[in-house]
């Protein structure tokens, strides 16, 4: 506050504000008695109580000066009420120690212990504005040494271009709450918060968004049990002047301001803080009926106004090998969907799965950090979600999480990239030719690590193992399935591929059972089961083949690539293995030596699959026929029932 002017504003509540108002017990404030705490006040302005210990510590003013003004007089001091052995506040004394002739003493804000104290006052320069001086407010910190109160400087925000005042310290986090009027914000006074690295080292000041902060003064801040900010605003929508707000905080963000409707008034209705049982309301008011201009009240409840915290859950990270805490683990969560992943395997809570997750994608504000004890305390929906986790030196980790269940505790274990690394040959099955190029995709998480020449190998540590699927063009695709077992006494894993047969011209068709060719000229245009003319020529060498070799029975297979729904392209398929099925009866070959089979996009022969983008004749290649021999009796007739 302390301005000399004010500022209109229009405020919408975030969306979040209807939920949010369910912590706090509102319709209380609307029934319990107020009591005016009349051995404090006076008929001028008492406000800004703050706890000091288990006494009261306040702000007066000593003139008639307007409380939101301020002069170059020492127009404020701060007061201290102690308490009775009943536990009733007595008259205020004037703070000891602090005093400095010419200066402003404000609102302030003391650590747990009392050793500590922030404090609002006048800096030691001034600007000049049309023509006359205008003072600015600045935050000090003081610590206590022999009862004494010590000056340790300003707070490195304080400019003389604007003021910095109504300091509230989170000593659980380190972090100080305040108000400035400082460039960049939304309004007249927002509210910020800077984090304390050490007794004199701060962070940058953060603006606590746009959720908390309008076009008007927001100001008078205070933290309760961490997730709960109240706070003073004369936003538009209030009931007149300034209103007290409260909001909700859920992994650094901050809801919609709560009105808390019950103690507001067409007065002013400032500076509020709750003591840790959440029962005892202290907060300045200029209503009706009052002993000055401004006086503290106190509303005493029979239960906690926060009726409930947000329903945060604690991640763990172990290291599989120490079984110790894993400091500075970056985690991703995103919400799990049956339409982006696929489960493959979980064995002892490790998730293998596709889904496109990463880390370096993902915006820094949803990235979390585990804590020096390797925990992470966030809240996030009863849902299921996947969780990625990940840190220089070990695996990256990623694991399906239920957070639907009562549980809230969770352990998660990486492993430390203690590794063996291998490379992977792949080889033509029959001559042994090495296959340079080829594509895999991985299903599992593989780590990689470095030779010293500066080429990349795959690394496998203990528990580990790599699933995946690798492809070569002219070869059929293959799983892979890679243990560590697999690489401990080798330095390469061979895996040999099998060579598509296709039919070129009057290239010799298959004989043996279980040999499998692709009749390349069998195409299809996309979206179509119509056998296309040139494809004539190569079912005619088949029925020949087929009449040659009576004991033959054949399976006729039709694939699609992987666009469209994969039911369509399931029936899809069936309908062009049918239609080449009929011409090869059309020709004379018996029905019940052909088994028709559709797989639809199940058995793609390039790294083509949904969401992958290819050229047309990449797609061409999956769209194919294919002859497997089932049986052959060579050399006797192939009986069976005339249908």
Known sequence: MFISYFFSAVFTLNAQSGEDASYFDLEKLHKTKLVNLGQLNTEQYEFSPAFYQDDLVFVQSKTEKKRFRLDSDNSFMLKYAKRDLTGKLIAGEVFPGISMPGFFDGPASFSADGQWMFITRNQNNSTKEDGKDEQKLGIYLYSKSDGNWVNKGALPVNASRYSVCHPYWDERNKKLYFASDMPGGFGGLDLYVIQMTDEQSWGEARNLGANINGEGNDCFPFLNQEHFLFFTSDRIGGKGGFDLY???????????????????????????????????????????????????????????????????????????????????????????????????????????????????KANDNVIYLSGKNGELSLYLPPDKFVLIAEKDGYGISRRLMDFSKANREHTIYIDSIVCKGFDILLVDGQSGEKISKFHI??????????????????????????????????????????????????????????????????????LKTGETIVLRQIYYDYNSAEIKPEAVNTLDQLVNHMLRYPGMVIELSAHTDSRGKESYNQSLSVNRANNAKLYLVSKGINTSRIVAVGYGESRLLNHCKDGVKCPEDAHALNRRTEVKVISHEEGLEFRYNAQ
């Open 246 to 360: 409260a909001a909700v905080v859920k992994n650094g963000i901050w809801g919609g301001a709560v009105s808390l409707e019950g103690l507001n008034t067409v007065s002013d209705d400032l500076c509020l803080i709750l003591d840790e049982t959440g029962k005892s309301l202290y907060f300045a008011s200029s209503r009706a009926g009052g002993k000055g201009k401004d006086d503290l009240y106190i509303m005493s409840l029979d239960q906690n106004l926060i009726l409930k915290s947000p329903d945060y859950i604690t991640i763990k990270v172990i290291n599989r090998e120490t079984n110790q805490a894993v400091e500075g683990v970056k985690m991703l969560f995103q919400p799990f969907s049956t339409g982006d992943a696929e489960i493959v395997e979980t064995k002892n809570e490790r998730l293998s799965l596709v889904q496109e997750i990463e880390l370096g």
């Open 441 to 510: 995709e991985p299903v599992s998480t593989m780590q990689f690590i470095m030779n010293k020449d500066g080429s990349l190998v795959y690394c496998l540590a203990k528990e580990q193992e790599f699933l995946g699927e690798v492809t070569a063009d002219g070869y059929y695709p293959r799983d892979i399935h890679i243990q560590y077992v697999d690489i401990a006494e080798l330095d390469q894993i061979r895996i040999a591929m099998d060579k598509i047969a296709v039919v070129e011209g009057n290239q010799k068709l298959p």
